[in-house]
């Protein structure tokens, strides 16, 4: 199995901002979504980009460790389930060496009926960062050009095996920021007990010359980067609603 390869978008070998601690970010090349915000355009492709066996990933990952002593290895995307063999023997050799595994994934191309090989995956996983774009499916279908069905479903399955996750969402004006929006999602996220927190994102522009550079149109042009102190205050009022009574008082967004 440790002979597979990886199709690697890029390495950031001081990631701060994918799992807790300093990390080591393997962004695998491809990805089914087709978000109309994404800031890794040029990631969508799953033509060959630069194959690297697990060996090679781990060998890489030594040259920083002493920087990882809080940290760990994470992989990203991309969509990184699509090369789900290849994260499954790397996370297993990685554990084997007692590094702690994040998969950061939008569960993109799961399907429910054929999840054994994704729970395969989760053994070797620490944590999971699942991205929710948007919790309505038919704005889900707008944004991403696909059904949020298989990412709830994820979710699911996460609560299942009882795997530590973290939720991210990126908040984007007129989009998802909603009074209904944000209540749905609260209400949806409060039920799962393996959510350890929400981290929310305010929407950001700095993808857009990616889009620029191979000759396409940003589809989000127009709509300015979301309000940092916004972001906060919806994170918050997710965050202290994780896990109480579903019929508690709901967000409001004119209290911000």
Not at 133 to 153: F, M, P, R, Y
């Amino acid at each position: 199995m440790k002979h597979s390869k990886g199709n690697i978008h890029n390495i950031e070998t001081f990631g701060t901002f994918d799992g807790p601690g300093v990390r080591y970010v393997l962004f695998l090349q491809g990805c089914p979504f087709k978000c109309k915000f994404c800031h890794n355009r040029d990631s969508w492709s799953s033509r060959v980009n630069s194959l690297m066996s697990v060996q090679a990933v781990l060998d890489d990952y030594a040259t920083y460790e002493p920087f990882y002593k809080n940290g760990g290895m994470t992989v990203s995307g991309g969509e990184p389930l699509m090369q789900a063999p290849f994260v499954r023997d790397l996370f297993q050799a990685a554990k084997e060496k007692n590094i702690h595994t994040t998969l950061d994934t939008s569960a993109a191309c799961f399907n429910p009926q054929k999840k054994d090989l994704v729970k395969e995956v989760l053994t070797h996983t620490d944590l999971v960062l699942l991205d929710i774009k948007h919790i309505d499916e038919a704005a889900h279908k707008s944004l991403t050009g696909a059904s949020n069905h298989q990412v709830l479903s994820f979710l699911d399955l996460l609560e299942s095996l009882g795997k530590k996750t973290i939720i991210r969402h990126v908040l984007i004006p007129t989009i998802n920021d909603d009074e209904t929006s944000i209540n749905r999602l609260k209400n949806h996220l409060r039920h799962y007990q393996c959510i350890e927190k929400v981290e929310v994102l305010p929407y950001h522009t700095h993808g857009r010359h990616k889009w620029e550079d191979m000759g396409l149109s940003y589809p989000l042009e127009g709509i300015p980067p979301m309000d940092k102190q916004t972001a906060t205050e919806v994170e918050n009022d997710l965050n202290q609603t994780l896990h109480t009574n579903p019929n508690e008082t709901l967000f409001k967004k004119d209290s911000l």
